[in-house]
Nanobody, 119 residues
């Protein structure tokens, strides 16, 4: 069983930065970040392969967000720069065997961390 715990969300003004992290127990998987805003569907944000060499981003965050991992710490990071109010959502990390862009590519999910960006 794999457990994922997110932290590092928070409240920030537009243009600011945050770096949520996701700590995983158990074996190493590919990890994705998704987000869900109120009354909206969960959407893909970014993903990283288990070795860290493969990264994938949603067009909406490309150039602003960077996903990385430190396998020695079992931790995946999502550095978010130039944040916009539309980035406000609960951010979830998920682990799976592919570096996919859809939720069903992932088997294990964390409980999420809230990110709020004020205008």
């Amino acid at each position: 069983q794999v457990q994922l715990v997110e932290s590092g969300g928070g409240f920030v003004q537009a243009g600011g930065s945050l770096r949520p992290s996701c700590v995983a127990s158990g074996r190493t998987f590919n990890v994705g970040w998704f987000r869900q805003a109120p009354e909206k569907e969960r959407e893909f944000v970014a993903a990283v392969g288990w070795r860290g060499g493969t990264t994938v981003y949603a067009d909406s965050v490309k150039g602003r967000f960077t996903i990385s991992r430190d396998n020695a710490k079992n931790t995946v990071y999502l550095k978010m720069n130039s944040l916009k109010p539309e980035d406000t959502a609960v951010y979830y990390c998920a682990a799976g065997i592919v570096t996919g862009r859809v939720a069903y590519d992932y088997v294990y999910w964390g409980r999420g961390t809230q990110v709020t960006v004020s205008s």
